[in-house]
């Protein structure tokens, strides 16, 4: 199978800038690569059957790969990650005693070499993690009005009285991760320092009294949460960016949602279009925010989200 010249029209179907709806082919889709019996099989056989079986998984690879390569400087301590995983997996995967080595199961797998197999393996991680700490810079108003990340200490209970008891012997001044210990009902929250943000799944309450809140400043009342049944109380640490930037990065840098935010922002950026109206509907049915040609369609989605919920 010609693999790179599939790869190279999949390319030309998904760009970072222009417009377009119509459907790639191949110039040289006639080319026969095989015969069974009267049957030929040509370039333009494998590239449909390609198309609709990976062309999805492909497109994304790609558009991140495009991305990645404009905004994010590959580190030494990047490669050095990616390398250290590899060799972890390579570890294990060993002592299964498959009779095959680690390099060349990677081989077997379609890959060239090793430094094939983590180029395209693991180092894209560390590529989104860095993609995803300079979309916090790039977009930082918006960020921070979405996330509201700040840094705090937290106690949650299930019961009033207990959080009221926990209130009263922090006033006291007794330390927070005693009391947290003592009173606490939350694996989540367990009175250390922490980032959350808006996506941490605390109640709006709570954020809203964090934000409000000093830098160093206990909130001196419980916290209800009337839908869940659960009562906060809570420290706030900082809330200044600059101060608590790397933490913010550290504990967002998997973050999902994130992840999705920075790559919309960054497909903004180069006005991203889809020409291939294949690739085009299957994005549409599974990231139609990254349609950014076609924005309404975001706005569908998530209004049919929302009215599946409810």
Avoid: W
């Avoid at 081989?107 to 395209?120: A, P, T, W």
Wanted: negative net charge; proline residues 2%.
């Amino acid at each position: 199978m010609k693999k790179n010249k599939i790869v190279l029209v999949l390319g030309a179907a998904l760009m970072l800038g222009g417009c377009g709806n119509a459907t790639a082919n191949i110039s040289h889709g006639s080319d026969v690569i095989g015969t069974i019996g009267n049957t030929s099989i040509t370039d333009g056989d494998i590239y449909s059957s390609l198309k609709s079986t990976s062309g999805y998984s492909y497109a994304l690879t790609m558009i991140r790969e495009q991305i990645f390569a404009r905004e994010i400087e590959v580190t030494d301590e990047m490669r050095q990650q990616a390398q250290d995983e590899y060799d972890q997996y390579a570890e294990q995967y060993e002592a299964q005693d498959t009779g095959m080595t680690a390099e060349e199961y990677v081989i077997y797998l379609g890959y060239e070499s090793v430094d094939d197999y983590i180029n395209k393996v693991y180092l894209p991680n560390y590529e989104q993690q860095a993609l995803n700490a300079k979309y916090m810079e790039d977009d930082n108003a918006n960020f921070l009005e979405e996330y509201e990340p700040v840094k705090a200490q937290i106690i949650q209970t299930s019961d009033q009285d207990t959080a009221s008891q926990a209130l009263e012997a922090l006033n006291n001044g007794d330390d927070f991760a005693d009391v947290a210990e003592e009173y606490n009902d939350s694996t989540t929250y367990d009175g250390s320092e922490q980032i959350v943000t808006t996506q941490s799944g605390l109640p709006t309450a709570v954020m809203t009294k964090l934000n409000d809140a000093e830098d160093g400043t206990l909130v001196n009342e419980v916290i209800a949460d009337t839908t869940n049944g659960y009562y906060y109380v809570v420290r706030l640490v900082s809330k200044d960016y600059e101060t608590i930037k790397d933490d913010i990065v550290e504990a967002l840098q998997d973050n999902t949602t994130l992840t999705n935010d920075a790559m919309v922002y960054y497909l903004k950026k180069y006005n991203f279009t889809v020409y291939d109206v294949d690739i085009f509907n299957a994005l549409r049915d599974s990231n139609p925010e990254y349609l950014v040609q076609r924005p309404e369609l975001a706005k569908e989605a998530e209004s049919d989200s929302t009215t599946a919920t409810n």
